[in-house]
């Protein structure tokens, strides 16, 4: 069985493909995902830093995944 990662999204993305990518990963809406975000950021302050880190440690997916 092949181990699930969590990769960029190159087909669901609107700025960097976190959110895209995260819904991948949960099998979640993306829009969840992107409302999430949004709450967290203007409730909590911390979404906008959650979001950059995410996008700077995450890596993109091989092309043998784009097939």
């Known amino acids: 069985m092949a181990q699930k990662r969590f990769y960029l999204s190159v087909t669901d993305k609107k700025i960097a ?19 999430a975000f949004l709450i967290f950021t203007f409730c909590i302050g911390g979404g906008l830093m959650a979001y950059l880190l995410i996008w700077l440690l995450a890596s993109k997916p091989d092309n ?3 097939r």
Do not use: H, M, S
């Open 17 to 35: 493909g976190v959110c895209g990518g995260l819904a991948e990963y949960f099998d979640i809406d993306p829009l969840l995902v992107r409302i």
């Open 64 to 66: 043998q995944y784009l």
